[in-house]
């Protein structure tokens, strides 16, 4: 989970008086336990027991049961709050945090209407203070031990919670390395179960539907007639002195099955192992599709900071795709497994294709 590169404490907060609480437990309750009215769009169904709920996931080893559509959910991280954002679910939402992109085009006006809790990972307090009645998050970290508070805390208070299945999907290894790592390779039908889940979280199917079968068919126009086989690839999230590379089996792998290219890092099962110059050297990669992030963790974070290195350092200036700029930038999330990642498909097909590598 390349968004949380630096390492981050853990946070201890301070105790909470009964005094907060309190009127933050009983406005939880009281929403997950209240039928409440419409939402916006005329799919929605009403948010009402006879409108299917209660809702139950078994979602990463834990049972998240929804009496109720949330009103006030709180989105840990940027995926997936641009999942509930493009259900239309901002009137729905209470807070979000830790960027490391602009959110995606389209969803400005939305993204504005929505209080940004961090730019990073938030407090527990300042959490709770928002008074959520639904928690998300991209991670199992940002849920866990060193992150935002475990989803035991929240479900204590009454609070449910939903972690993307992406992370913890058949194969995943999340105690493996700094960024944990996959024996199985990620498949995107990941990322179009989150949506369903959270589209059945908050009563909107229809829409989930809709939005999965758009993604579906934007990878089916981005790959139509591409063959890219033969073609090398690597991508590079961060860091310039000890570089974070795509393993195998993440997002940037579910992106290069797609295109029908191979990952320069193919044998390495690590989420983003850290990668010597000189190791990449040999390799030669054909192509390197360049994290361009606006976060400020690590060097080399932007596209022209990475390429300003690449062409200058004794043991990059000289690869085939620095010398001939083969060179594809996408956003952090786009390297995520998330709604982005359909962008990341898009992005490189494009690539390749202008490279003159492929057919």
Known sequence: MPVLRTPVPARTPAPRTAALRAPALLLVSALLLTACGSSAGDDAEP??????????????GHQVTLKTAPERAVSLNQGTTEILLSLGLADRM???ATWTDPVMKGLEKANASVTRLADDNPSFEKVLDAEPDFVTASFVST?????????????????????????????????????????????????????????RVFGVRERGEK????????????????????????????????????????????????????????????????????TVADRDPDVLVIGDLTRRQQTAETAAAKIRFLETHPATRNLTAVKKKRYVLLSGQAMNPSIRTIEGIEKVAAGLRASGLVK
Not at 47 to 60: E, F, I, K, M, S
């Open 94 to 96: 209470a807070g979000t």
């Open 143 to 199: 849920l866990g031990k060193g992150g935002v508070a475990t989803r035991e805390q929240f479900e204590k208070l009454g609070v449910p919670t939903y972690v993307s299945p992406s992370d913890c999907s058949e194969g995943k290894d999340n105690d493996s390395g700094g960024d944990g790592s996959r024996s199985k390779p990620l498949t995107l039908d990941a990322v179009y179960g989150e949506i369903r889940d959270l589209a």
């Open 211 to 278: 939005l999965v079968a758009a993604l579906k068919e934007r990878v089916r126009t981005a790959t139509d007639g591409l063959d890219a086989s033969g073609v090398s690839v690597m991508y590079w999230f961060a860091n310039s002195q000890a570089p974070y590379l795509a393993g195998c089996c993440g997002a940037p792998g579910a992106i290069t099955r797609a295109v029908g290219a191979r990952n320069a890092f193919a044998d390495t099962h690590d989420e983003w192992p850290q990668i010597n110059w000189e």
């Open 47 to 60: 948010r009402t027991a006879a409108a299917g709920y209660p809702v139950t996931l078994d979602n990463c």
